[in-house]
């Protein structure tokens, strides 16, 4: 069974930055996608930003130019700078590895972007 231990939630003001961090307990080349989702209250999961084996990147429109995701391979270890954040990005995150063998997820890690 893999595990994703996620870090670097918190409180931020608007127009702060945060780094997420998502460390996995398997070798990152093992998997074929990687991603942050978010949920706020009411409102159902979503995508954030993905990035494939291959190291191509997808964002949400709503993140796009404020966001970027990376890995560091030697540490299986994927990543969520978040900067110029609003109030709208307060969620939960989540990151979820795939590959053909299974579907994981973190056990979610709260943003808060509030004055």
């Known amino acids: 069974q893999v595990q994703l231990v996620e870090s670097g939630g918190g409180l931020v003001q608007p127009g702060g930055s945060l780094r997420l961090s998502c460390a996995a307990s398997a070798t990152i080349f093992s998997f074929d996608l990687m991603g942050w989702y978010r949920q706020a209250p009411g409102k159902q999961r979503e995508l954030v930003a993905a990035?494939?084996?291959?190291?191509?990147?997808n964002y949400a429109d709503s993140v796009k130019g404020r966001f970027t995701i990376s890995r560091d391979n030697a540490k299986n270890t994927i990543y969520l700078q978040m900067n110029s954040l609003k109030p709208e990005d307060t969620a939960v995150y989540y990151c979820?590895?795939?590959?053909?063998?299974?579907?994981?997820w973190g056990q979610g890690i709260q943003v808060t972007v509030s004055s």
């Open positions: 990035i494939t084996s291959g190291g191509s990147t």
């Open positions: 979820n590895f795939r590959r053909v063998t299974g579907d994981y």
